[in-house]
C-alpha cells in the first residue's frame, strides 16, 4: 500500500512537472524570442508580415508590458522581456520546491532558474538553427524562411567568417550547433559546481 502510494506521489509530480515545463518553457521562450527579436530589430508590427508577431504579443504582453513600467530597456536590450522570462522559469522552480516539500534552499531554486533560463536560450538556438539548416536544403522561399534567415544570420555571420565554404557547403550552422552542444555541456557543469558550493 505504501509502495503504491510512494508511486502515485512520484507519478503525479512528474506529470506536474511536465506540465509546468512545458508552461513555463512557451512562456519564457516566448519572451526571450521578443528580446531576441527587439535587439536584432526585427519588425514585430502586423503590417510588417512578421508570421510570429500576434502569437508573439498575444502570449507575453501580460507579462512584459507591466514590467517595462518599472523595467527600463538597456540600450538595444528589452530587460523586461528577460525579467519576465526569468520570472516566468522561477516561478516553475518555486512550485516544484514547495511540491517537493522545500527541500533544498530557496538559493539552490533562483540558481536553478538562472541557468534554465540559459539551457532554454541554448535550446531555442539549436532548434531555429536546425529549422534552418533544413529549410536552406530544400531551397523554400517563404516569409516563415526568411523570417528564420534574419533571426539566424547574425550569429552564423561570425562563424562563416571563420569557416569557409567546403565544396560550396555551408558548415556554419553544424560548427554553430557544435558550439550550443559544448556550451551545454558546460553550463551543466558550471550548475553543478555553483550547487554544490551553496
Known sequence: MMQTLIGLDT???QIT??????AAG???GTCLLRLYMQYQRIPMSVRSGNPLAKF??????????????VIPAAGR?????????FLVQLAQFVILWAIMGMAAGLLSVVVLAAF?????A??????????YAILSWVQTQSMAADFLERLVLPVLIPIRRVVPLIGGIDLSPLVLLLILQ????????????????I
Open 11 to 13: 507519478m503525479l509530480y
Open 17 to 22: 512537472s511536465l506540465l509546468l515545463e512545458v
Open 26 to 28: 512557451l512562456v519564457a
Open 56 to 69: 508573439i504579443f498575444a502570449l507575453t504582453d501580460w507579462l512584459v508590458l507591466p514590467l517595462r513600467r
Open 77 to 85: 536590450w528589452d530587460m523586461a522581456s528577460l525579467v519576465g522570462a
Open 116 to 120: 534554465g533560463l540559459v539551457r532554454m
Open 122 to 131: 541554448i535550446s531555442g538556438l539549436t532548434g531555429l538553427v536546425i529549422v
Open 182 to 197: 559544448v556550451a551545454g555541456i558546460v553550463l551543466g557543469s558550471v550548475q553543478a559546481a555553483v550547487l554544490f558550493a
